[in-house]
DNA sequence: ATAGGGAGTTGCGTTTGCGCAACTCCTGTC
DNA sequence: GACAGGAGTTGCGCAAACGCAACTCCCTAT
C-alpha cells in the first residue's frame, strides 16, 4: 500500500487546516509531509496506539470507530476528501482515541508530531484553523449527545441517515445513494441503536417505498418522509438574543 | 454584577489557555481583558446569542446547558476555576450553542473575538493550548457518546457521579462531596436519562447506605461500590500497539 | 453441486425505563 | 400557624427496544 504520490501545493492549500497560508509556508508544509497509498479494508490506526501522526485524507474514504471493553463499538465520523483524522491525540494524551479503517482505496498525507507542532509555531493559522476545525466537531458530538439522551431509535437512524446523505450524498436515477457500502450493523453503530432494530426500521422504511439497499448501497427516494421523522430537531437550534 | 476585579500575571499564567507564555505576552493578554463579578443564579449567555467573547472563569462554578426545541435539555459540562468556556463559538457559527449560568458567585475573565485572535497570531502557544483545550473535550464527548449509546441508565448514573467527584469532589468527614447543590433533575440531565429514574437510581443507593444527599448537596459514603456499578468501562480504554 | 459464511429479516418473550399521578417533606412568607 | 411552591419519592401501567433464535438469501470457495 506505498507507492508514495506527491502531494501539490495546489491540493494542500484546498486542506482546511492549512486555508489562508502563504505558498512559502505551504512548501514548508510539504517538505515534513509523508503521503502514502492505502488499499480498501485496510487498518491506518488501532485504538491505544501510541505512535502517534496528524493525518489528512487526501481521497478515498475512512470509518473511524471506537470500541468498549465489552465488545460495544460506536461509528464516530466518517471521514473524507481534506478531513484530518488522529490528530486532535497528539495533543492529549498521544494515544489514538479509535480504530481508522479505510472503506475505499485511499491516500493520506501524515505529519509528525514535532512537525506539525513546529508548523503552528511558525504559522499561527494552522492552529486557528484546527481550533476552528475540533470546535465543529466539539459541537457536533455535543448535539449527537443530546439526541441520544433525548430521542428515540427511530428518529436518531433518520438523522445519521440525513447526516449522511449530506456529506456523502450523490444524486442519481435511482435516489440519491450513499456513496460507500453500509451494512446495517455500521447504520446500527451510527444511530447509537442495535443491528436489530435498525434493520427493523430500515426494512419498515423500504416497505414504505422510501429507500432501497442495493448490494449494501442505500438510495433514499423519499428525502421528505425521512426529514418528517427526524422532524424540527434538525440539527442547528432557534437563536434566543439577548436585549 | 459589576465591580471589576483585578487579574494579576500571576492568576493568568495559572490558566491552561495562557500556560507556557512569556510574561511579556501575559500584559498583552491583561491589557484587553475584561473582567467581572457574577451574583449566583445570574445568565451569563444565551444559547443562540451573536455577540460571542471568548470567556475564562476565574472563580466560582458555571453550569453550561443545551435545550431542543422540544424541552429536552441536557448539562454539557460544569466550568470551574481556570476553565475556557463560549470560546469555540467565536471559531465556528459565531453563536453560543449552550446557556451559561452561574452556580455560586463567580469572576470571569473575557475576550473580544479579534482580540483573540490577535494574540493568537502573536503568541501560537494561545492557539496551541486551545487546540488541547478542545481536543480534551471533543474526546470526553465522544466518551459520552459512547456510553450513551451502549450503557444502561444506572450505569451512566454512576459515570456521571465519579466524574462529578473527580472533577469538583471535596473530602469531608461524612464522605466525598460535590462542592455545589445538585437537583435530581440536574444528576438527570448529566446522565442522559429522565428526573424520575434518576429520583429511583439514587435513592435506591441511599437506601443501600452508599451515599446521602443533604439540602441537594451529595455526599458518597462508597466510592467503591459505584465504581463496581460503573465497572470496568472506567473512561480509558485498553491499548492494542500493533506491532 | 454443495457446503459454508456473511448479511439481513422477523417472530417472540423479556427487560428497561418512561411518565403520569398522588403523595410526602421542607422552607420561606405573610 | 397556615399555606404555597419547589423538590423528591414511588406505585402503576405501558411503550420502546433489546436480543435470542430461526430462517432466508446471496456469494464464494473447493
Known amino acids: 500500500m506505498s507507492k508514495a504520490p506527491s502531494l501539490s501545493r495546489q491540493v494542500l492549500s484546498n486542506l482546511e487546516l492549512f486555508r489562508g497560508l502563504p505558498p512559502t509556508a505551504l512548501?514548508?508544509?510539504?517538505?515534513?509531509?509523508?503521503?502514502?497509498?492505502?488499499?480498501?479494508d485496510f487498518r491506518v490506526f488501532n485504538q491505544g496506539e501510541?505512535?502517534?501522526?496528524?493525518?489528512?485524507?487526501?481521497?478515498?474514504?475512512?470509518?473511524?470507530?471506537?470500541?468498549?471493553?465489552?465488545?460495544?463499538?460506536?461509528?464516530?465520523?466518517?471521514?473524507?476528501?481534506?478531513?484530518?483524522?488522529?490528530?486532535?491525540?497528539?495533543?492529549?494524551?498521544?494515544?489514538?482515541?479509535?480504530?481508522?479503517?479505510?472503506?475505499?482505496?485511499?491516500?493520506?498525507?501524515?505529519?509528525?508530531?514535532?512537525?506539525?507542532?513546529?508548523?503552528?509555531?511558525?504559522?499561527?493559522?494552522?492552529?486557528?484553523?484546527?481550533?476552528r476545525i475540533v470546535g465543529q466537531r466539539l459541537q457536533e458530538a455535543q448535539h449527537r449527545v443530546r439526541e441520544l439522551a433525548t430521542q428515540r431509535a427511530e428518529r436518531r437512524v433518520a438523522h445519521a441517515l440525513l447526516r449522511l446523505l449530506r456529506q456523502v450524498g450523490t444524486t442519481t436515477s435511482r435516489g440519491i445513494v450513499i456513496r460507500f457500502p453500509l451494512r446495517r450493523k455500521d447504520i446500527a453503530d451510527i444511530a447509537g441503536t442495535t443491528l436489530y432494530s435498525a434493520s427493523r426500521i430500515l426494512s419498515a422504511w423500504e416497505?414504505?417505498?422510501?429507500?432501497?439497499?442495493?448490494?449494501?448501497?442505500?438510495?433514499?427516494?423519499?428525502?421528505?418522509?425521512?426529514?418528517?421523522?427526524?422532524?424540527?430537531?434538525?440539527?442547528?437550534?432557534?437563536?434566543?438574543?439577548s436585549p
Chains 1, 2 share one sequence.
Open 207 to 241: 416497505r414504505a417505498g422510501w429507500l432501497k439497499t442495493l448490494d449494501r448501497r442505500i438510495a433514499v427516494e423519499s428525502l421528505s418522509e425521512l426529514m418528517r421523522i427526524a422532524e424540527d430537531e434538525s440539527g442547528r437550534d432557534i437563536a434566543a438574543p
Open 27 to 40: 512548501d514548508e508544509v510539504l517538505s515534513c509531509a509523508a503521503t502514502r497509498s492505502l488499499a480498501r
Open 50 to 131: 501510541t505512535r502517534v501522526r496528524a493525518h489528512v485524507l487526501i481521497n478515498g474514504w475512512i470509518r473511524i470507530s471506537q470500541s468498549g471493553s465489552e465488545g460495544a463499538q460506536i461509528v464516530v465520523r466518517f471521514i473524507g476528501p481534506g478531513d484530518i483524522f488522529g490528530a486532535i491525540s497528539l495533543f492529549t494524551d498521544r494515544r489514538y482515541p479509535a480504530d481508522a479503517d479505510t472503506l475505499t482505496e485511499a491516500t493520506e498525507a501524515s505529519w509528525s508530531d514535532r512537525a506539525l507542532l513546529d508548523l503552528m509555531n511558525n504559522h499561527p493559522q494552522i492552529a486557528i484553523n484546527a481550533v
